[in-house]
């Protein structure tokens, strides 16, 4: 099975900040690598797939890059409603296997 | 609006089965794959199953093969996950999913599992 591992595990920003989180797999994936924002006590949500397409509807201040093994979501200026939990996920190989998650607070 | 409501959860002890349903409303239901990703309560987002289109080819994460069964009827536009000798760790908040490609671009409000005595 392919391992994924997000850092950090949490993190405090400030709205207005820029918001990095990272995902790497234990083996390449090429481009299959998905994100998702999941807030408490609702549904995940895509917030990109395959790597760096942005899904419709999701606001340009998010952005993925990466391929291989190591993946960045990025999110340009915090807003309010970004406070969430957010998970990668891979979809290169069954089983597909997503990160721990990385909870971001408000500071 | 894709709309996707799951039921079937409920308090059930160990060794026992529970069917899960999925209502898919508002698209083309047999012309996508479908999976089930659960989560423990406070845990991470755990995929379950996927099945195709047709209902032709079936995938399962390990921990559920052997006990769990997804299915799908395509007239009634229902997902199902028939769940047998169910643990402990099986508690969960089961979503249903809908693949976009690759991925899953709409998810149901999720339905809860608890397995206990």
């Known amino acids: 099975d392919i391992q994924m591992t997000q850092s950090p595990s949490s993190l405090s920003a400030s709205v207005g900040d820029r918001v990095t989180i990272t995902c790497r797999a234990s083996h390449s994936i090429s481009s299959s690598l998905n994100w998702y924002q999941q807030k408490p006590g609702k549904a995940p949500n895509v917030l990109i797939y395959a790597a760096s397409s942005l899904q419709s509807g999701v606001p340009s201040r998010f952005s993925g890059s990466g391929s291989g093994t190591d993946f960045t979501l990025t999110i340009s200026s915090l807003q309010p409603e970004d406070f969430a939990t957010y998970y990668c996920?891979?979809?290169?190989?069954?089983?597909?296997?997503f990160g721990q998650g990385t909870k971001v607070e408000i500071k | 609006e894709v709309q996707l409501v799951e039921s079937g959860g409920d308090l059930v002890q160990p060794g026992g089965s529970l069917r899960l349903s999925c209502a898919a409303s508002e698209f083309t239901f047999s012309r996508y794959w479908m999976g089930w990703v659960r989560q423990a309560p406070g845990k991470g987002l755990e995929w379950v199953a996927n099945i195709k289109e047709d209902g032709g080819e079936k995938y399962y994460v390990d921990s559920v093969k052997g006990r769990f069964t997804i299915s799908r009827d395509n007239a009634k536009n229902l997902l199902y996950l028939q769940m047998n000798s169910l643990r402990a760790e099986d508690t969960a908040v089961y979503y249903c999913a809908r693949h976009g490609y690759y991925y899953f671009d709409n998810w149901g409000q999720g339905t809860l599992v608890t397995v206990s005595s």
């Open positions: 996920q891979q979809s290169y190989s069954i089983p597909w296997t």
